[in-house]
């Protein structure tokens, strides 16, 4: 079941690309699908009306549990990245003032984060799958979602 409501996430975003203007082509690459997929969601054929309301559900759902949802339903970090930025527009922000320097993110497995030449912690948003353990596990929260403007993101 994960699959299918990951297919209808993927359709609303294949949508949302259209009517961005984006090329059939663009949003097949971008979701990593066969055009003739995204040829039936840009047309109106999606997965069923059950699958298309629980995904949009899940897209509606504050961002914290949505990235959660959708985390959950992909092992493929990038193609889940983009349709967590896509839809959300978030991206992970340190908030130095109540950071303690403890370390602990710096455990992230995709190496997003790390200590800069001042010794404080810094993220590259380019690296950052949005996995969130990030979050999870820092003690003092420091780490949070933020959401951004799409040309902010490119640092």
């Known amino acids: 079941m994960p699959e299918h409501i990951l297919s209808g996430i993927k359709a ?29 969601y840009i047309h109106g054929r999606h997965p069923s009306d059950k699958v298309m309301r629980v995904s949009e559900e899940i897209v509606n759902l504050p961002a914290e549990y949505g990235i959660k949802i959708i985390n959950s339903m992909s092992e493929d970090r990038e193609l889940t990245k983009k349709i967590i930025e896509n839809i959300y527009q978030v991206k992970i922000e340190i908030e130095r003032d109540r950071c303690i320097l403890c370390g602990e993110c710096l455990e992230c497995p995709y190496n997003a984060i790390f200590k800069n030449s001042d010794h404080l912690i810094e993220i590259n948003n380019n690296k950052c799958v949005l996995c969130m353990e990030c979050i999870y596990i820092c003690p003092v929260n420091a780490l949070n979602i933020k959401k951004f403007l799409p040309n902010e993101l490119e640092e």
């Open 12 to 40: 609303i975003v294949a949508m949302k690309l259209k009517r961005e203007g984006r090329l059939q082509r663009e949003i097949a690459e971008y979701l990593k699908m066969d055009r003739s997929i995204i040829s039936h």
